[in-house]
């Protein structure tokens, strides 16, 4: 999208989006393992959730569909857009100085579990700037990858971001290589995809994308009849995919992994990409 128009359609936009679509996993080796699933998040412009409560959705309140903000960046209900403008400035990203976009599985009746959040942040003529990736694991850790184009520039559908893997996220992986993240934004459509390197290549591709429509009650409500057990359905899926996973021997190192092995730029585009903001720490992690 070039920059006029995503200037007017950031202007245009509701406080919220529901994005509707799926989920692609694929591990490539030792042996093929490919999944689909159907999801649904909110997507929540952090200036304006004040007035997001309704009768199906709320902030920091029980309802059907809800976000708190106690799940997210600093995790201790404050204010999220200053808290992630605190976090560009830190890192001299200070080109993303426009809207800042929440992307998260919400709570569904209370409950919640988000293997990975995005915050979108542009600058004032809506052109993407920074990504942060919110990473958690089933074992109750997190960590964000805080990504950036060189020297700030816009990214676009064919700007890599690339980062080294820090958190531990899967017994079947090790703590090794780094991931490269692809961001595509239409007028109603979205994705993000995430290629995974170890030591010995690629490993895993993951893709998330769908429709975007405006949150609203009826949205709200089509979305919950469509998918009401979202929430459960998630952390099912992950340990049926490693149920599956072990049934088909695929390699296991546990919680607590052994070191990963090192990696050459031959096999880990992020060990061959320039430091950037990907290398940013976040102060809540």
């Known amino acids: 999208m070039n920059p006029?128009?995503?200037?007017?359609?950031a202007d245009a936009a509701p406080a919220a989006w529901l994005l509707t679509g799926q989920v692609m996993h694929e591990r490539l080796r030792p042996k093929h393992h490919r999944f689909t699933y159907p999801v649904f998040y909110v997507r929540c412009d952090l200036d304006r959730v004040a007035s997001l409560n309704g009768g199906w959705f709320g902030i920091d309140r029980w309802r059907p569909l809800s976000l708190y903000r106690r799940d997210h960046g600093p995790r201790d209900?404050?204010?999220?857009?200053?808290?992630?403008?605190?976090?560009?400035?830190?890192?001299?990203?200070?080109?993303?100085?426009?809207?800042?976009?929440?992307?998260?599985?919400?709570?569904?009746?209370?409950?919640?579990f988000n293997p990975i959040s995005?915050?979108?942040?542009?600058?004032?003529?809506?052109?993407?700037?920074?990504?942060?990736?919110?990473?958690?694991?089933?074992?109750?850790?997190?960590?964000?990858?805080?990504?950036?184009?060189?020297?700030?520039?816009?990214?676009?559908?064919?700007?890599?971001?690339a980062c080294r893997k820090v958190l531990h996220v899967?017994?079947?992986?090790?703590?090794?290589?780094g991931y490269t993240f692809r961001v595509k934004e239409g007028v109603d459509r979205a994705?993000?995809?995430?290629?995974?390197?170890?030591?010995?290549?690629?490993l895993i591709r993951t893709a998330l994308s769908g429709h975007l429509?405006?949150?609203?009650?009826?949205?709200?409500?089509?979305?919950?009849?469509?998918?009401?057990?979202?929430?459960v359905g998630v952390v099912a899926r992950i340990h049926w995919q490693a149920v599956r996973l072990a049934f088909r021997k695929a390699p296991f190192y546990g919680k607590h992994p052994a070191p990963g092995r090192n990696a050459d730029a031959s096999t880990d585009p992020a060990a061959a990409a320039p430091s950037s903001a990907a290398a940013q720490p976040v102060s809540s992690d």
């Open 4 to 9: 006029t128009r995503a200037k007017v359609a």
């Open 77 to 112: 209900g404050s204010d999220l857009a200053t808290w992630m403008r605190g976090q560009l400035a830190g890192a001299g990203i200070d080109e993303a100085d426009g809207k800042i976009w929440l992307q998260a599985f919400p709570r569904v009746f209370g409950y919640a």
């Open 118 to 161: 995005f915050w979108f942040c542009h600058d004032r003529s809506g052109a993407l700037r920074a990504l942060l990736a919110e990473v958690r694991n089933t074992f109750g850790e997190r960590h964000s990858y805080l990504l950036s184009a060189g020297n700030n520039a816009p990214i676009t559908a064919d700007t890599p971001l």
């Open 170 to 177: 899967s017994p079947f992986c090790r703590v090794e290589g």
């Open 191 to 202: 994705s993000v995809s995430i290629d995974y390197h170890d030591a010995d290549g690629l």
């Open 213 to 231: 429509t405006p949150l609203t009650r009826a949205s709200a409500f089509a979305a919950l009849i469509r998918q009401p057990l979202l929430s």
